[in-house]
């Protein structure tokens, strides 16, 4: 029988300026949904297989649309809450050469960020679940959320549920204190663990990186000494994986990742890319990781299948990663780029 | 030397379907900045009067963009205060037909929600004033704003500003009780009161319009005995005005007003009209109404000016009435729509 | 239990010009996916129904979209085939005023018209359907279509399946000899019908209506006569139902409706209508009427049900009537277009 | 053989503000080129007539896209001059209701404004010709082109061309005075002559219309008098037409048109309208009035063609009439509206 | 006098989704109409040759509107037919970095695939002409279209016209064996013949490129022999020109062109290109060897025309080459990019 | 207090094809407002400094909305003369790779070439300035404009206000010869010049700089020589700034900058850049200048900022660069492109 996943987060609104406008010029916003879990949910859907989301969507139009985006790519939504305030909105400025993608966050006040722990009956939803994923912007949402997730996590490994969590640091929600704080508690109930750039130490305190995105794969030592540390300290946590990338600016960069897996290394080859939009590529990554869980991939299997569908999410625009298994096959086999017709 | 009027209220990013979609099947919004003091202050310096707008905007790139629209149409933005957590949105979903228009409000928590009327220095604010206008929806953000306005217009009593205020009762912030205790203590501060339609009850208390707004012009006289119980309740009140409706449907309707300064009624002719967008034609009317006090319009001329430059709103997109004074004594004389070329 | 719903039919790709665009003007198409049952299944889930559809898609990216749509607003895709050579396709140019909408059909050589008879297992597609839904667009694509609808109305007979077919005369597809010749071979196991205009005489050979749009609400009493002969023709037959319109351009038009059930007229009242996109209103009434035997309306309520959801219809743009029932019911109640805020 | 004829003008830049916006809050432009022979050369092509276009255009991507338009759409450039300065643009706001559509001319100095008399050596030009067309927009850029015209009517009347007179006064050109004086210069070479409202005061000085332009229809019977009093006065016009209009608002109008033609009158029907876009309407009137002069039609079918050519521009965005002859057909059987599917 | 060309192919409708996006997430498409012949014939009008373009399009909107596309840059369409079913459509997703472009066509049943080669009265298409050009796309639509093609070449050998044949191998139209079951036929009578990449061994059987499109031209010797092997198969051909590339990502690449003219290899300078979009180059590189031999250029400049001419297109959206001889002969001096103002 | 610059120029409606079309292929216009001098104010106010601007504009909708842009942004717009023909418009063809970007001037007649010399009252405009900044555009537009200029840097040099030249060569406007005779008249006067590339040549007759721009920061020491002329021939001119530029294609280039300031030189890293605008990056670098003086910067922070505001602007669309201090602060410091949320 197909596994099933359950994916825990916020998802909100995107606006974006059309095209490369700042917002100071722009008259209009592109409108999209995402948020780091239900990308995740899409994309494993995308990929055949059985996602399911857990967040809480107000009752409005606002929450209806974010959950027909979700409906529309084949994700599970019965779990999902409705209720609360608002839906969170964030605005996204896409960067260019030297200049940075700028986000402004307006997500303060959301129905998620508002909903109490007690709201989500861990019995029930993750009775059908096999696999529980969270990324650290859940818990750096409110105290409720963070108890929300402990007392999954605890069901889960009661249960013999695989938890899955991806830092995904965010200095513009958390500090690095509160972020190491959770992770101690958590940490004993993961048994897969994400970590990228900055992670390793804003999230668990643990140095593997400099600091310096220009120079991310250059470190590649450091970042399995960092890896190895994490399995040492958390014994439940089977699988460490990284992105390690070489950013030279907002269009051009290389990128790779490293997995360790079962206290063995398997290491991706390096993508030079031209990077189109440079959101959510985590997020594919780690719903690439999921699909080889799921379908039993080998290390090496896992991790070049796994940062392809990582490359392929920088070639599209919007939070969701809109490929299929054959068209990431494709970029593992030959790195893409031809013309199909 | 000219007259200077000072308007006091919350200014929000409204987000608007593309073209007539709902916000179910759209993904971009057009984006614009308004709010109904704000629209009032834009109609007043493109007529070429002073006008100065009082707000709290965030400090982000949102206020910014807010607060380059009022300066792009003359208003002086000096006195805004900046800071708080977030500018307040609201969705716009432009009715048709037999469907009306729907306003899905995300105004909760936004900077000028957040502030306190400590915040407001009335003395330094109005120190130049000759004229304060706000509307009901701004005591209906917050207690706090209700008491920063109840300091500002004991202020403009005593230092002889003439106070407007506009009813504008919006349902979905507030209950008819908690308007009415307003009203009942700012109305004896008073000068000049606008109130349309349901706004005499709901506002005041007083029962002028039995609510079906297919026949708001059928009901003239009983529009006029509640203006006169407005003067007669609160003597500082020298004036009220009323737009009266007859709404066949979103696009098809007849407007008229009526004017009752010094004790004397004035009323206008009846407007026949395919409304193109059917929202802050009052704040255009306030905003006529005003320019005919800071010129010396007579009742006649300035009940005139005010309905045709209401009327004027309703053929423009946006909450701004971006017309000129000769624009809008062009529709008195001849009711417009000859191409000029 | 609640009940469920098949219908069965082609959704095609429509492409439309940009605003009030004719086609030789054009570089842009807005792209929407519609057909008549799956715009019922639509219609039906949004306002709470348990609808699914059943067609047969491409399997290409453009099959992929059709499905997609019809998950975002929660209709059940499961029986959907998928294979065959091409999605078919509608070019909509909008009219206005005198000039009627047009519409260049690109359906030849569609996955649903070179599907066979053979490929729909009824006996598991209509396993837990309580009505079966199909308009005479259905049959009209091919001779195997036909011969699929027959095959799947006996079963329902065998199977107390409610079976509701709507004429939708369409003259691009057929002639009304080959349309009535099918009717006859399908009517003794229709249980609902739906005929409206032009489909009395084409479809049924039954003259109820001159062919004056202009004039349609006038001759209601010429459509009662051609109802009742349908019943007396087709005893199985208990209801039909018809929208009476007088149409004095594309924007400017009356609508009503007739309903002849188990015997008893209903009728609606007369709405006066501003036309936003006057496509598939027939549709949203069909979806309206079933709306009415899910839940038990009784035929009063169920007429006015329907029609204010057609009228709904005309104020929206695309294929899908984008609304809930709560707005379906404000319609029935004050017939719309006051502003919600 | 078919015959040809040749029209003699300027084609514009028009740019236009997105959907119903003001030049003041759009941020792009719509383009579309546009004038009124040119108008009048594309709506003959489109309906199979043989038409040659005479102007000036600059060498530059202006000129060429200009040129591209005409020659998309069928219409023989071989004639069109190349060089000088710029080509002219005006700005197009739309207006809605009360507010009347604005144009800003910024045509001084264009290509066509600056040719002298001298480059259009008539001899080849009207070679071929068998009708030819000007309005009196040409005469009115200036003084260079009003010597051209005078030269070409010359030839044509040497040469048995039919010479085409349409007023088209624009008092944004013009005076009055100034093009009174060109019309008793030409007018005695003028075999067919189109007045429309203002026109016969302004441009031939003879009192039909009292300027109101929500009662012209209303003025039958002075309209007859003023065009017998053109035939009176110029024996060679033996043809002269008026739209007759009563204009309540941008959308809101009704239509119709008087010929008078060999001494006999003939009137079309009133069509009630609801116009999209109210320019070049006139172009398109001055169209189907050759084209049936060049296919043959009587007086009656000649005025109902024309009249309908006419009303079906009010749906059209852009000044050209995207129209063929059996839409035309359509219009004067049914008055149009019917979905066509 | 000016030497005429006629091309022979497939115009087709193409849909792209706007900006970035993939099918599944856009809701409009960018309408432009394409084909590699009539890429060509537009080309060659707009470097100021005399080009006529011959194919079938549906008497439709559809068919004017891609008619009307050609008459706008002065293709001569007055032998195209008229008739049949349906335009072929393509959709268009452009690719970014490693995700490839990908060809969405919906081509079968067209006008064109569904012509008979009788349809084709050669006699009279090319009496007037000097060069006859097709691509291997236009024998892959039908057997017939490979019999019209036939009876084509053997007029034009008969009569003095010379032959270019572009291969063009397209796999998701037909097998190398079918494409070069057809070469075979047609070689004989081919007098100038362009292979790029896989063209070689796809429709010649002949081992040129080893299929890795990052080392095309890495392997330049490889391909003269190809060229060389081709003349000597078919003394009838020649010249054989090809385009060789180093393709690094959709974005980057490498060009420049092999040309094999009466016994002489030429070799053009090496490109380093930044692509916008990457389709249609071929057909604006065998446009750019046309004009060569109409104009007389010799051999070094004809390929550093036609490759300047080819990695313009690169520049540009949509199939067509919107350049001008001097726009390409800029290229050719200095390698462009410089700002002109 | 705040010191205070004015600014002096033309600023036009730019009118750019959507995306990367060419003119000849769009039917719409991205509308925005740019011109040298009107740029740098806007640049300036956005860093927070006191800017005024000097022009003539039109007394229509265009110069309404090209002033409401100096508006919004905070440029002090209380100076510009209102009146004459016409708004200048410029055509912005945007290259890609090969083709370089293209400009199609429609600027002639425009009000402020047409302006008198006389029309400008230096005495009163330049009352409260401490800074008169204006480059070779202003005095090439006509001889009046370059009387003018004269005018005001005599009253300048008079009254101790810094004058700030940018050379900004442009050969579609004048020629070399013409440039050097202004040259001499105003160096004069010049307290700061800015000369990049072939201004060195063309405007002052120092050859400093061999043409090819992919090679210009190779170039360096032939800058400084040339730098070191203008100082040695102008003695009042105490400060001269360069920008280098290797340019490779549209989208690659590498910038850096020299800085000759009070004997000394100082020099910029070179920045790597993927360019997605390239203009107005020289008005961006003499804003980032002019700031530096301002605010009391040295030399190398002079430089160091003025090259990253530069660098900076070609990642935005547009001619203004919508940036703030602490925005290119930031570039200075780590070179961007890292993501902020």
Chains 1, 2, 3, 4, 5, 6 share one sequence.
Not at 5 to 27: A, C, H
Not at 36 to 41: H, M, P
């Amino acid at each position: 029988m197909m596994k099933k996943v359950l994916t825990f987060g916020e998802m909100m609104l995107r606006l974006k300026p059309s095209e490369n406008k700042r917002i100071l010029q722009s008259d209009s916003f592109e409108a999209a949904y995402g948020g780091a879990e239900a990308n995740v949910s899409v994309s494993l859907s995308l990929q055949g297989d059985q996602a399911a989301y857990l967040t809480k969507f107000p009752s409005n139009l606002l929450g209806d649309s974010a959950l027909g985006t979700l409906r529309k790519f084949g994700v599970d939504t019965h779990k999902i809450l409705r209720g609360g305030p608002r839906l969170g909105i964030y605005f996204f400025e896409k960067g260019a050469s030297v200049r940075g993608t700028n986000v402004v966050y307006d997500r303060a006040g959301s129905s998620f960020a508002m909903a109490t722990a007690a709201e989500f009956d861990w019995d029930s939803l993750l009775a059908d679940a096999d696999y529980f994923y969270f990324s650290g912007i859940t818990p750096a949402v409110s105290p409720e959320l963070q108890q929300a997730v402990l007392t999954a996590v605890e069901y889960c490994q009661a249960h013999n549920i695989t938890v899955v969590y991806d830092m995904n640091f965010r200095g513009k929600m958390w500090t690095p204190a509160e972020a190491q704080a959770f992770s101690e508690k958590v940490m004993p109930y993961v048994n897969v663990c994400l970590a990228n750039d900055e992670d390793f130490e804003a999230s668990l305190g643990i140095k593997a990186f400099d600091g310096d995105m220009a120079h991310g794969i250059d470190q590649k030592e450091s970042f399995k000494a960092g890896m190895q540390e994490v399995v040492k300290r958390y014994p439940n946590c089977h699988t460490v994986a990284s992105i390690l990338r070489n950013i030279h600016s907002v269009e051009d960069s290389q990128w790779s990742a490293l997995l360790l897996r079962d206290g063995q290394f398997y290491e991706s080859s390096v993508y030079q890319l031209h990077v189109y939009e440079g959101v959510a590529s985590g997020d594919a990554f780690g719903a690439g990781l999921l699909h080889g869980f799921l379908h039993g991939f080998d290390g090496q299997e896992q991790v070049d299948y796994a940062i392809a569908a990582s490359v392929l999410k920088l070639t599209i625009s919007g939070d969701l990663n809109l490929v299929s298994e054959p068209e990431i096959r494709s970029i593992m086999k030959n790195g893409g780029s031809a013309m199909n017709r």
